[in-house]
């Protein structure tokens, strides 16, 4: 049976050591009291809660996934899961991050987001039913009314209702402007909404009294494609005017999905039958709602694939401490043994190195984009907003593309260190693997991610954002670069920093000729700038360490920070040189192979 211990230390580190997130909280009015001690204060209590009652229900809920009845369209959780569920909501968790002028306890996004690390490591299935919740409250919170504020998001803040979105239809995923879903205005200014959307993660589930769906829907003379698509609410149960539940709306669950992993969420096939709702925001600009929804979903995404390479790398660990194969290549290391835990040998090492490097460079970039986000929405002054959001923006693909990449190599090595125990189902390795894979699907795809990147983040403004960050990448090499000690950190992003400006103008070049180009240069492209924004967190994190131990700190934690950087730059970034290669090989060699495909 598989472990599970929240990596709090690690966190501390890079929230109050390296980002120092409490100077930044003093430039915020809303959060200038929060200190570190709140901070640590309260993830200690969230890990808790994801060890000691999310994590428990893993595999269970794994094994028994969820079940509809196809009478009642009812759809029944795993064993175990409502009651977690309960928990979280009187321990006032759903409450953390939002507005306490809806109820909310106010607390910054990073701390929201270290909290749903944990979850994630725990529990994906189980934490995606509030998890979702959360996209749905911030759309709201950006663009509902008044009164829809006031109906929805007290509930939806204390847990008591769930939301979810309703975007993806059987003919069309990420190409949004196929949809077909109908919205036929009414005299009360309402909407009757009709159609059928599939792959809806909490769609429906025992949790809840009420689940709140935003839905993308047409209406009868809206313009074709995306610019023809309004957002709407569409309850579960109707909601009257004194706030009570009312009736049974026309939205419910046809069947769920039977699929690789996540067996704990169910993930819907939804109807609309002349179902009731309303609007937010305006008419045909409804994919201003979902993206606040989407940007949201994607760096939680990203979260997921960080918690999953998180668990799998401590039973990893563990699991090579206490397993005896073979000899050392060097001679036997464990001599009162019959053979040497497999630890000492070098391939297990790099596979858990592999692992380790991926979670804490995550950890890094995902506290970074928080507290981005944190900046855009709360700090007082434009230009910090207005960068923060330019930033922001940039970073999210890398965030959700690049982590759940990594999560896959991470989950894949970690079950590879168990060799046939980590293809059997007691240990929970194959669960971590099966459960990261629709990471790097939903929310869109990771090439959809790559093309957002390269296309409309990088050369969409001829890469001005990208030259943001490397004057970020700029300034420390400047601060460290005649730091002997800094020297293996540094020297590779100074010339990678150097490299992108070159990469990157090659293939906008060539984008203007052949559009394919990017295409098939993407990919590639954004892994190459994953490197680079991990490799900055690394020498960041790298400074800090040898800083502490110079100044006489005996921790191993901060030798084990600089053995694990040093893994990175030597095993792992170089991966950058080939990307490159690859990526500049052009689209050639992919579209003209009409005779392959014939």
Wanted: with cysteine; glycine share 10%; aromatic share 8%.
């Amino acid at each position: 049976m598989p472990t599970y211990n929240p990596p709090l230390r690690d966190m501390q580190f890079v929230l109050h050591e390296v980002l120092k997130v409490s100077d930044d909280f003093k430039q915020i009015p809303k959060h200038a009291d929060i200190d570190a001690d709140t901070i640590n204060a309260v993830l200690e209590e969230g890990g808790k809660f994801a060890a000691e009652v999310a994590f428990p229900l893993n595999i269970s809920g794994d094994a028994e996934g969820c079940k509809i009845d196809q009478t009642t369209h009812a759809v029944t959780t795993p064993k175990g899961f409502k009651e977690a569920y309960k928990q979280y909501i009187e321990g006032g968790w759903a409450a953390l991050g939002c507005a306490p002028e809806f109820g909310g306890q106010g607390l910054p996004y990073v701390v929201n987001g270290s909290f749903y690390e944990m979850l994630n490591s725990a529990n994906q299935a189980w934490t995606m039913y509030p998890g979702l919740t959360h996209g749905a409250y911030a759309a709201l919170e950006a663009h509902g009314t008044p009164e829809q504020q006031a109906t929805y998001l007290p509930k939806m803040t204390t847990g008591e209702w769930t939301g979810s979105m309703c975007l993806t239809e059987p003919h069309c995923g990420t190409d949004l402007g196929l949809m077909r879903t109908k919205a036929e205005p009414q005299a009360d200014g309402t909407y009757r909404i009709t159609g059928n959307k599939i792959f809806i993660s909490a769609g429906e589930h025992d949790m809840t009294d009420n689940i709140i769906h935003l839905v993308l829907a047409r209406l009868p003379d809206a313009p074709p494609g995306i610019k023809g698509v309004s957002l709407f609410i569409v309850p579960k149960v109707l909601v009257n005017k004194d706030g009570s539940l009312g009736e049974r709306n026309g939205i419910y669950c046809g069947g769920l999905e039977h699929k690789m992993g996540i067996h704990g969420n169910a993930t819907c096939q939804m109807v609309l039958d002349n179902a009731v709702g309303t609007m937010v925001g305006q008419p045909n600009k409804g994919m201003q709602g979902m993206f606040v929804m989407m940007n949201a979903a994607r760096l939680g995404v990203g979260n997921q694939s960080l918690g999953l390479t998180e668990v799998a790398y401590q039973n990893a660990l563990a699991y090579a401490k206490d397993r005896i194969q073979m000899r050392s290549l060097t001679g036997p290391k464990a001599k009162d043994k019959p053979a040497d835990p497999i630890i000492v040998h070098p391939d297990v090492r790099k596979m858990l190195l592999t692992a380790k490097a991926y979670a804490e460079g995550g950890r890094a970039l995902q506290a970074y984009c928080s507290m981005l986000l944190e900046k855009e929405h709360n700090h007082p002054d434009e230009k910090v907003r207005n960068d923060s959001g330019e930033m922001l923006a940039m970073l999210t693909p890398i965030a959700k593309a690049f982590l759940t990449d990594n999560g896959h190599i991470a989950t894949n090595a970690c079950m590879q260190v168990f060799g046939g125990h980590g293809f059997i189902k007691e240990w929970g390795m194959e669960q971590f693997v099966r459960d990261n894979r629709i990471n790097m699907i939903y929310e869109g795809t990771n090439t959809i991610q790559s093309l957002d990147l390269l296309g409309r983040k990088i050369l969409g403004n001829n890469g001005a954002t990208l030259k943001k960050f490397g004057k970020l990448v700029g300034a420390l090499v400047a601060e460290e670069g005649v730091n002997e000690k800094m020297a293996e950190f540094i020297n590779p992003i100074a010339v990678l920093g150097e490299q992108m400006t070159k990469f990157t103008t090659e293939i906008g070049f060539k984008g203007f000729q052949n559009p394919d180009e990017v295409g098939a240069a993407a990919v590639d492209y954004l892994r190459v700038a994953g490197h680079l924004v991990f490799g900055y967190f690394f020498a960041r994190m790298a400074q800090v360490a040898l800083r502490q131990i110079a100044a006489g700190n005996t921790d191993p934690f901060y030798v084990a920070k600089l053995q694990t950087a040093r893994f990175y730059f030597a095993k792992l970034f170089p991966e950058t040189a080939t990307l490159m290669r690859t990526a500049r090989a052009g689209s050639k060699v992919l579209m003209d192979t009409d005779a392959v495909f014939a």
